[in-house]
């Protein structure tokens, strides 16, 4: 079975920095894109940081490039999500998502605000 737990979400100023974190547990999906999206309230779900393990490819929203950073720890299940100068903009229920071919696993999500 398959189960993502964030955690590392709250309320930072404008300007300061969060660390999300992952523990994934999915030993039978190897070849997936594993990541980072969001939610903000009246918008759709969007992608912000995503490794897709098959290409080795990483990609970023436009919108955090420079100041996110995907980090995956090594020897362990877990994931980063390292949000630095983060905007108002940012606010929203932070998700952890493990996409292998034709299947979808979401965690929970953390909420993430950020007041000026």
């Known amino acids: 079975q398959v189960q993502l737990v964030e955690s590392g979400g709250g309320q930072v100023q404008v300007g300061g920095s969060l660390k999300l974190s992952c523990s994934v547990s999915a030993n039978n999906y190897r070849l997936a894109t594993i990541g980072w999206y969001r939610q903000a309230p009246g918008k759709e779900r969007e992608a912000v940081a995503t490794l897709d393990t098959r290409l080795g490819s990483l990609y970023y929203a436009e919108s955090v490039k420079g100041r996110f950073t995907f980090v995956g720890e090594s020897g362990t299940n877990v994931l980063h999500l390292q949000m630095n100068s983060l905007k108002p903009e940012d606010t929203a229920t932070y998700y952890c998502?493990?996409?292998?071919?034709?299947?979808?696993?979401w965690g929970r999500g953390t909420q993430v605000t950020v007041s000026s």
């Open positions: 998502a493990l996409h292998p071919p034709g299947l979808n696993f």
